[in-house]
């Protein structure tokens, strides 16, 4: 089955807090995981993304923390701020299918100032 | 310079009309793409072109036609529209193949064109 589920629909932190949002893959092909960060009326942007031989990766205050045994990974987001405030999206691409994306259902992220 | 650019950003139209979207990019990139965001903001991929060749045709109603005069336009001409075609529409390029799989699958989003049909 080629999805991604993604959890929380949506979440609200205090500024300062740490957002959290989990995804759970299926298809073993996949072998990269970029998350998107989509503001209101604008196209979704590349934040971050992972390979599967990596556990973690980090680029400022997003980390991507990966466990392959479990098919899973997710975003953290340290001293989350207002300007944070966006939808989530973790996705991956189906191997050898000209760069097709699945993308999970989306988080809308609010933090709270 | 906007990498990725769409006409119209916004399309109110009647139920059974036709219209189009154009998408041109200027990143040097040989693939594109487009996608659909429904109500609940999904994503879902419809159409992917590669040096202007169809690659990917999602299960996408045949009122749905995908035209790449060129590897740096990609346009999308709807027939019959219906309520249900309401959605933003996105066009996004990346790298073709014969790139690592991180430059490969790092696409770029265009800023949308929310398509309205009454």
């Known amino acids: 089955q080629q999805q991604v589920k993604q959890s929380p629909q949506s979440l609200i932190v205090q500024k300062g807090g740490i957002s959290i949002i989990n995804c759970a893959y299926e298809?073993?092909?996949?072998?990269?995981f970029p998350w998107y960060q989509q503001f209101p009326g604008k196209g979704p942007a590349l934040l971050i993304a992972?390979?599967?031989?990596?556990s973690e990766k980090k680029e400022g205050r997003f980390t991507i923390s990966f466990n392959k045994s479990a098919k899973q990974f997710s975003l953290h987001i340290m001293d989350s701020q207002p300007g944070d405030s966006a939808t989530y999206f973790c996705?991956?691409?189906?191997?050898?299918?000209?760069?097709?994306?699945?993308f999970g259902q989306g988080t809308e992220l609010s933090v709270k100032p | 310079d906007t990498a990725v650019s769409q006409t119209p950003k916004y399309l109110v139209t009647q139920m059974g009309n036709d219209k189009s979207i154009k998408c041109e990019q200027n990143?040097?990139?040989?693939?594109m793409y487009w996608y659909k965001q429904d109500s609940k903001k999904f994503l879902k991929i419809m159409f992917s072109?590669?040096?202007?060749?169809?690659?990917i045709n999602e299960t996408v109603p045949n009122r749905f036609s995908p035209k790449s005069p060129d590897k740096a336009h990609l346009n999308l001409h709807i027939n019959s529209l219906e309520l249900g075609d309401s959605a933003v529409y996105f066009c996004?390029?990346?790298?073709?193949?014969?790139?690592?799989?991180?430059?490969?699958?790092?696409?770029?989003f265009g800023p949308g064109t929310r398509l309205t049909v009454l």
């Open positions: 996004a390029s990346s790298q073709g193949f014969g790139v690592p799989t991180s430059r490969r699958n790092e696409q770029f």
């Open positions: 298809n073993t092909a996949f072998d990269y």
């Open positions: 992972i390979r599967p031989d990596v």
């Open positions: 996705a991956a691409p189906i191997y050898n299918q000209g760069g097709k994306l699945i």
């Open positions: 990143l040097g990139h040989d693939t």
């Open positions: 072109y590669n040096n202007k060749e169809l690659i």
